[in-house]
């Protein structure tokens, strides 16, 4: 295999192919490549989470893997999050409740709040901090987020 | 120079690759590996992906030992061994972040055998040992023969870790790590600990406060002497305060940290007493309190 | 317009979404989306994309470039260096002392000396690597009290090593006292740290000038910085604000936006730039460190008598805002306290560390932390309760500032203090019965380091000062274009400022203020550009106040066109007339027009061009009106330390600020909490750490900034006491949090530990005493 590799793979139900060059970490690939610009980078060295998506419904930092490592895969980024233009409990909790300033954050915080309450439907304050810690924000000092996280997780429990 | 991605679907063609490209660089969970492609600091001419490989990511019994497959990620290992490999596991929740852990992997901290990966200290305490494998066939390499020097190991250029087998805790275990913040930290230094009832012996080392993990050997014989001849391996009896202590400053002796941007080689030497200290206390309370298996 | 009609009827709810409440903001939908457009997210087809070789040591003389064989890299587009900058190759925001691209002299590791525009960034990246550049390395200065004293220390730039020297003198310089504390305290290099690094787009225009799509503070400091540079007028150079992942600062100073226009003109494609983390680290200006020397004296009841200070800021290699930084350090020196008798003298100097300019509370960050930790060491002297001393000094409106400027608005200080001091504490863990008690909620965490061994129980207090607005004569304003007409049968106002909206929310705000004073629903806020006059810089927590207030002026004037028309149609007289909920109401409380109706097809614009109260120079003694507003927030810190590993956690983190007018409740208490956030990052992680100039730690790896786990919850009280010269009445909100938080931090830590703890961030050595 020299030069670009076809990578094929599901994106928020969709699927995509294309070229890319080998060395070229997921992140890039679709931001780039694929145009999911939700898809933030604010380290690419695995630190800040704001790359945060789902890969095959776990969550993973796409600056640390390869766009070829995802062959294959079904990822869901913050742009599928939202279902027939209806916002996710999790988008509306966190503009309502000001989980967000910039914003840069916010796509990585819904992934990991996401598969938190994927997992833990009904989280105490600390639970959501722990789920959550490979996140950083800058701006909201972080308790907003945790309300956002709370709100919505009580209201994903009364529709469900 | 662009770079080639190897991506073998079975562990003999990842063998044969790694044995036609030795300077072909192992990644997984890529955790570590694409921090230093994405900073520049390596361009490997091959990257060898090893996530197609399912046998990897098993866990098994293996005779006394448990073998932990080299893609088994840290979540399923705190999952799945926290009762068999409670050190390990205590270390495992210390990694990163939850993403990090998803896919992050002890035989990945074993690749890059950076003096500060988290899972070194309690492999060292519990003998841990390391499976090779190399189209030559398999290599056990004992866990203190494992770390040669600052990130480097004793793998050979045409073999890949296939596995890590430890043995279970036949005694309690504990790990403690310090960081200047609470989550998503790189240890500054960081202590295992694994008292063995069933062989009369101590597990004991240490991250980040020398060229690479290192055992306490004296401290580990002191105590296992101490413990022995004092009968307390089965009276249970309270630890001589004064032997902790000396525990403790015998964990600092064999520390040979430096000063660099997460501490002072001091600071690394005072804190590897305290927690050996402290660590030593917990373990032989959990001793104490509890019929700990005494066999494996 | 039909004739407009007397009808009694009730006049209905005032509009929802006005100032004082908190509607949702504006740009929620698309950021929870993914869809905002960040900087780094602009794409243009065919655009290149560029790269920056920057100097690796801090001092050095540059011999010659060899750009050959990065210039015969395939796909490359430009190779430039400080001869192609068509204009001034310097730039500056008071001072124009940085070279664009380097020419002979490198003075800071990271100095830009060449760009590269290339078709993939990853060609960029390996032709800047081939670029080949003859350094004669020279030892750099990097003590800035050897940069203030030594005379002796090589000059960096012409007229020497110290930029501004403030020295401020009230009362008796020889004033003595029963009680007398001295202390000497650092503060180190934090970095601002916003989570979007540096980015934007240059397209060359057909007219042959430039459009700039970047996240900035301010644009039109950056266009007129870029107007020079380039050799163009201001028409030629058009900016326009993409969005901003967090600023706090970083974003005043030019960083790649010279660069990428350079590139653009040079090639005639769009040109991308965008730095990773690591280089952003050495794209934009830290927070001044500082070294200082304090001494107060005061009676044996607590009085304070005198204080004297000299505060020195290591400005590093070039001016950035270091004078301000100076003025506010100098002037606020002594805290929100009464003292009769001042002597303060400020230094910000030039050394070869990295630039220092803007962040967060700026000048005031430093100085807090010196005032606070000596007024914590008085109480002790004098065996006084923190906050009692705290209060028998505390500023009060009508009280004079060490400047002799007289405080004319509410200066809430006591009040502040006794207010977070009358806050719930939050349970102590019993460190004798810690059965139940999660182990992960102790200091060191999850990483298991003590089951309660050590642990101790601190807390601490902290108040802290801020000038709102820029001050010393500057001529600060902002101009807001306002447009209301209908569409779709609703009246819309259309609100076109330059202003930046970084994330604190002024989009939301300024739709607020146009609802509240036009009696709209629907307020469309345009994107920021250059098309309109400069709306400031979003700093010293000035926005609300200045673009809000230019915002509010527009709207007033809109509307007064409208009931001007109404009352020609009605024959009324307009000063009888006002607007309600999108009706005219007469002075007897009767609806009498809909403004829909007035309006009909026109469309009415008004532009205004708002500023603050002026304020003045300071003199040679450092005297003068030179702050427009005064803002104070307090902090009560709980920490639990690991006195033997010199861990720590912060329990809770309580704060009581007066915000005048809380525009929108919700967005204070965001700004408390995120700038409380990054006052506790200083107090305890945060910092760039430099040996000899070279920066160790440019990573997110060894640069900590609080995680959600170090970050407790906070208790917030806020304060609406009204600055009558203020729109609203509101006080800057954005930095007073990042203020005090520092100092009550680490006051609750030498509380739980009894060291003497003179450097922020603490480091686990500086508590358990290890070298």
Known sequence: MTGKVTVTLKVNGRTFSADCEPRKTLADFLRQDLGFTGVHLGCEHGVCGACTISVDGSTARSCCMLAVQAE?????????????????????AFWKHHGLQCGFCTPGMLAAASELLEDNPDPTADEIREGISGNLCRCTGYQFIVDSVQDAAQHLRSTT | ???????????????????????????????????????????????????????????????????????????????????????????????????????????????????????????LADDAVVEAHS????????????????????????????????????????FAKIGTRNAMVISVTAFGLALHPSTGTVGAAFGSAAPTPRRATKAEQFLAAELTESGRWDSRAELDPAAVTRFGALVAEAATPIDDVRGTADYRTHALSVMARRTLVWAWTDYRRKRVRTCA | MSTPTRTEQNLGADIAGGVGESPLRPDGTLKVTGEFAYS????????????????????????????????????????????????DNLYGLEHADQPVLAGDVIRYQGEAVAIVAADHPETARRAVNKIVVDYEVHEPL???????????????????????????????????????????????????????????????????????????????????????????????????????GGAFGAREDLSMQAHACLLALQTGRPVKMMYSREESFFGHVHRHPAKMRYEHGATRDGKLVYVKAQIILDGGAYASSTPAVVANAATLGVGPYKVRNVSVDCYGVYTNNPPCGAMRGFGAVQAAFGYESQMDKLADALDMDPVEVRTRNALHEGATMPTGQVVDSAAPVEELLERVKAMPLPPEPNASDLDGYDLRLLPG?????????????????????????????????????????????????TVYTAAAEVG???????????????????????????????????????????????????C?????????????????????????????????????????????????????????RPTHPLDENGQGNAHVQYAFAAHRAIVDVDVELGLVRVVQLDCAQDVGKAMNPDAVVGQIHGGSAQGLGLAVMEEIQVSGGMVRNPSFTDYLIPTILDMPPMQVDVLELADPNAPYGLRGVGEPPTISSTPAIVAAIRHATGADLTRVPVQPHHITGTP
């Open chain 1, 72 to 92: 294959g895969t079904e990822v869901t980024t913050v742009e599928g999050l939202a279902s027939d233009g209806n916002l996710h409990p999790l988008q509306e």
């Open chain 2, 1 to 123: 120079m662009a770079m080639e991605f190897l991506r073998p679907a079975t562990w003999d063609e990842a063998l044969a690759a790694k044995a036609e490209h030795p300077g072909a660089l192992p990644i997984s969970g890529g955790t570590d590996v694409m921090v230093e492609i994405n900073f520049d600091a390596t361009r490997p001419e091959y990257l060898l992906d090893l996530t197609r490989i399912e046998e990897l990511t098993d866990w098994s019994a293996d005779g006394e030992r448990l073998r932990i497959g080299a893609g088994v990620t840290y979540t399923s290992l705190i999952a799945d061994l926290a009762d068999r490999l409670p050190g390990l596991a205590m270390a495992s929740r210390t990694v990163g972040s939850p993403q990090i852990r998803n896919r992050g992997t002890v035989a990945g901290n074993l690749g890059s055998a950076s003096p500060a990966g988290d899972a070194h200290p309690p492999l």
């Open chain 2, 135 to 174: 189209a030559r066939g398999v290599r056990h390499i004992p866990i203190t023969e494992f770390y040669t020097g600052v990130k480097r190991n004793a793998l050979e250029p045409d073999e890949l870790i296939a596995a890590v087998l430890v043995p279970p805790a036949d005694g309690p275990q504990q």
């Open chain 3, 40 to 87: 780094s997210d602009l794409w243009l087809t065919g655009m290149l994309w560029g790269a920056t070789l920057r100097s690796p040591h801090p001092s050095a003389r540059i011999r010659s470039i060899d750009i050959t064989e990065a210039v015969r890299t395939d796909g490359v587009y430009a190779v430039l260096t400080h001869d192609d900058v068509p204009g």
């Open chain 3, 142 to 244: 990097t003590d800035p009290e050897q940069a203030v004293f030594d005379s002796t220390a090589p000059a960096l730039h012409e007229g020497g090593n110290v930029l501004r020297h403030l020295p401020i003198r009230r009362g008796d310089p020889d004033a003595t006292a029963d009680v007398v504390v001295h202390g000497e305290y650092e503060v180190g290099m934090q970095d601002q740290a916003f989570l979007g690094p540096e980015s934007g787009l240059a397209v060359p225009a057909d007219d042959g000038g430039i459009d700039l799509y970047i996240a900035t503070q301010w644009l039109h400091v950056d266009q007129k910085q870029l107007c020079r540079v380039l050799g163009m007028p201001a028409n030629k150079v058009r900016l326009s604000l993409a969005g901003v």
């Open chain 3, 445 to 493: 965490g999850v990483s298991n380091t003590t089951h309660g061994e050590g642990v101790r129980r601190g807390v601490g207090y902290a108040i802290g000062i801020k000038n709102v607005c820029f001050s010393e004569g500057f001529d600060d304003y902002s101009t807001a274009r306002v447009t209301l007409k209908v569409n779709g049968g609703d009246a819309v106002a």
């Open chain 3, 504 to 554: 604190q929310g002024l989009v939301t705000v300024q739709q607020q203020i146009a609802r509240t004073e036009l009696g709209v629903e629907q307020v469309v806020i345009q994107p920021a550009d250059t098309g309109v006059g400069s709306g400031g810089s979003t700093s010293a927590s000035r926005q609300t106040y200045v673009t809000g207030g230019a915002v509010k002026a527009a």
């Open chain 3, 556 to 612: 007033e004037q809109v509307r007064a066109r409208v009931l001007r028309q109404a009352a020609k149609h009605l024959d009324l007289p307009a000063s009888q007339l006002r607007l309600h909920a999108g009706k005219i109401v007469s002075a007897d409380e009767a609806v009498v027009a809909a403004v829909v109706d007035v309006l009909g097809g026109e469309t009415i614009t008004e532009t205004v061009t708002w500023r603050h």
